[in-house]
């Protein structure tokens, strides 16, 4: 099982990033799907995540409104739109999949996944 996040970088204040997360080796379409971030010396914390159909999301409440989660089950991905970065959004963003047993399941506790990528670094300047 892999999963294969990419698309962090550098952005100013303000801008937007696109991160991608695919999954290899498991049936994408019976998993939620989650986005996390951790900064060093912090504790990881929930970001996003999206239920296995793709019906139901949810969101931490410091990214509410500028960040949305997608999935495209055709191609074992999911996205993270970041809109209005913020400096305070700088982490390592992870993402993870959660064995679901019903459409509309999802977690945002950590211990609740499966399988984790490996991070993607996301800097926002100011």
């Known amino acids: 099982v892999q999963l294969q996040a990419s698309g962090g970088g550098l952005v100013q204040d303000g801008g937007s990033l696109r991160l991608s997360c695919q999954l290899s080796?498991?049936?994408?379409?019976?998993?939620?799907m989650g986005w996390f971030r951790q900064v060093p010396g912090k504790e990881r914390e929930f970001v996003a995540v999206?239920?296995?159909?793709?019906?139901?999301?949810y969101y931490a409440d410091f990214v509410k409104g500028r960040f949305s989660i997608s999935r495209d089950n055709a191609k074992n991905t999911i996205y993270l739109q970041m809109n209005s970065l913020k400096p305070e959004d700088t982490a390592v963003y992870y993402c993870?999949?959660?064995?679901?047993?019903?459409?509309?399941?999802?977690?945002?506790?950590?211990?609740?996944?499966?399988?984790w990528g490996q991070g993607t670094l996301v800097t926002v300047s100011s």
């Open positions: 993870a999949a959660d064995l679901a047993y019903s459409t509309r399941y999802y977690a945002t506790e950590g211990e609740s996944y499966d399988y």
């Open positions: 999206i239920s296995r159909s793709g019906g139901v999301t």
């Open positions: 080796g498991r049936t994408f379409s019976g998993y939620a």
